[in-house]
């Protein structure tokens, strides 16, 4: 299976890396994948998973979580205020949190009900237009009023710009971390997790090298 290929890789690179063995959480990401790839990858163990899209999300994992113990998803997609009660109800970590105005809707989200998922802030580390995420020169403010407003700010995720060398965009994230003491790095997907592991990574998000090609049009 392409998972226990993923899992073998990802403990090379943490070795290769000087890192800890399980120091990096794999994130299985699941968006427009087939009900039975995804049942599979479950069926094999595995128990973190990434979604994009709020909607979709609700569609599949309550009747999964049911089945599987221990299941853990991660929103690595874009936020949208409106969806955001869903999400803290649905989601265990969100990695997306790039606005003040979504820090402040989570905020009273998370005093109404007692309890908020773990949040990563995304930083645009390319500073591309059409692209979510804060621009890293205002990284360091915009961590400094989330926790002013007391959420559980937990990590850093960045995508770097397609057809670009990632590693300067996975050492500017790290930075903007370790400078804000942010022990969670969210970077790498399937093209270029190892890496993001020799950089630090301590969150890696693949899909189609698990799940194989997505067919948007099917589904």
């Not at 990563?120 to 237009?129: K, M, R, S």
């Not at 400094?144 to 995720?157: D, E, K």
């Not at 190892?194 to 990574?201: D, L, N, T, Y």
Request: charged share 20%; net charge neutral.
């Amino acid at each position: 299976m392409a998972l226990s290929d993923i899992l073998s890789r990802i403990a090379a690179a943490e070795a290769a890396a000087g890192r800890a063995p399980g120091s990096v959480t794999l994130i299985a990401v699941s968006k427009v994948q087939p009900a039975a790839r995804i049942e599979a990858v479950l069926a094999a163990g595995h128990r973190v998973f990434g979604e994009n899209y709020v909607q979709e999300a609700q569609s599949k994992w309550p009747a999964w979580r049911a089945r599987f113990p221990g299941i853990r998803l991660h929103m690595i997609g874009p936020l949208q205020s409106n969806k955001a009660k869903a999400a803290v109800e649905l989601f265990d970590t969100i990695q997306t949190l790039d606005r003040p105005s979504l820090a402040e809707r989570l905020a009273r989200l998370a005093e109404a009900r007692g309890a908020c998922p773990e949040l990563f802030v995304q930083v645009n580390t390319g500073e591309e237009p059409q692209k979510g995420g804060v621009a890293p020169g205002l990284a360091d403010g915009f961590i400094r009023a989330v926790r002013g407003l007391g959420l559980p700010l937990a990590g850093a995720m960045c995508i770097p710009p397609e057809g670009t060398d990632p590693v300067p965009h996975f050492r500017l994230l790290r930075a903007i971390a370790e400078g804000n003491g942010l022990p969670f790095l969210s970077m790498g997907m399937s093209a270029d997790f190892e890496s993001a592991i020799a950089e630090g990574a301590t969150h890696v998000r693949v899909g189609s090298a698990i799940f194989g090609a997505r067919d948007y049009g099917s589904g």
